[in-house]
């Protein structure tokens, strides 16, 4: 079976330093990968997706940026982090295809 | 693109009441639905989904009918538990596009 990996769970940065979180998921093959963020009041916004290594497709331009290294390892990072890069962010996988997807545990990110 | 709009919350009801949650949908051809709920402190889970017209998905109690006539997905729960406070997400799927959410609604079940 499929399962998804995302850590750290919390993490306290201050402003101006850097962030890395990890995503890796097991059990399936050239999935579509997703970086998704919840700020209070504000619903889920997608910030990146890949359909496959070293594409990533940005939809909202801010302070982060995505990689995808390897087929499924997907990493969210910032050089310098703002107070308004806290939030809780969500990895989530799908078949090629676009079907439904599946969330990672979250990480929740406060910048102080 | 997509898009989706769902009653605002909180909605707080009683143990046992009916649960409705509004959702209405824009999207590009013919989308699939997809109800997400998220509790308190984790990642999102799929609930439920239709892929075609008049379809009916369900699972632990909800329900949740596509009407293309109506581009809507109405949650709803016969009668609601404690267990079932949480955010609820709405969302519609077509193309080669990646689900897109909106703010959810938080539902609060008292006992």
């Known amino acids: 079976s499929q399962t998804i990996h995302q850590w750290p769970a919390t993490l306290v940065q201050p402003v101006g330093s850097p962030l890395s979180l990890e995503c890796t998921v097991e059990g399936t093959s050239n999935p579509n990968l997703y970086w998704y963020r919840q700020a209070a009041g504000r619903g889920l916004q997608l910030l990146f997706y890949s359909v496959g290594i070293g594409q990533i497709s940005s939809e909202v331009p801010q302070n982060l940026s995505a990689s995808r290294p390897q087929d499924r390892q997907f990493i969210l990072s910032s050089k310098k982090l703002l107070l308004s890069d806290s939030g809780f962010y969500l990895c989530?996988?799908?078949?090629?295809?676009?079907?439904?997807?599946?969330f990672g545990q979250g990480t929740r990110l406060t910048v102080v | 693109g997509n898009s989706v709009t769902q009653m605002e919350g909180p909605v707080t009801l009683s143990e046992e009441a009916f649960l409705t949650i509004n959702c209405t949908y824009t999207?590009?051809?013919?989308?699939?639905l997809f109800w997400y709920v998220q509790y308190p402190g984790e990642g999102l889970q799929l609930l439920l989904k239709a892929t075609k017209a008049d379809d009916k998905g369900s699972n632990k109690g909800f329900e949740a009918t596509y009407r293309k006539e109506t581009t809507s997905f109405h949650l709803e729960k016969g009668s609601v538990q404690v267990s079932d406070s949480a955010v609820y997400f709405c969302?519609?799927?077509?193309?080669?596009?990646?689900?897109?959410f909106g703010k959810g609604t938080r539902l609060s079940v008292i006992a």
């Open positions: 999207a590009t051809g013919y989308p699939s």
């Open positions: 989530a996988w799908s078949d090629q295809g676009y079907t439904e997807a599946f």
């Open positions: 969302a519609p799927q077509s193309g080669n596009t990646p689900l897109v």
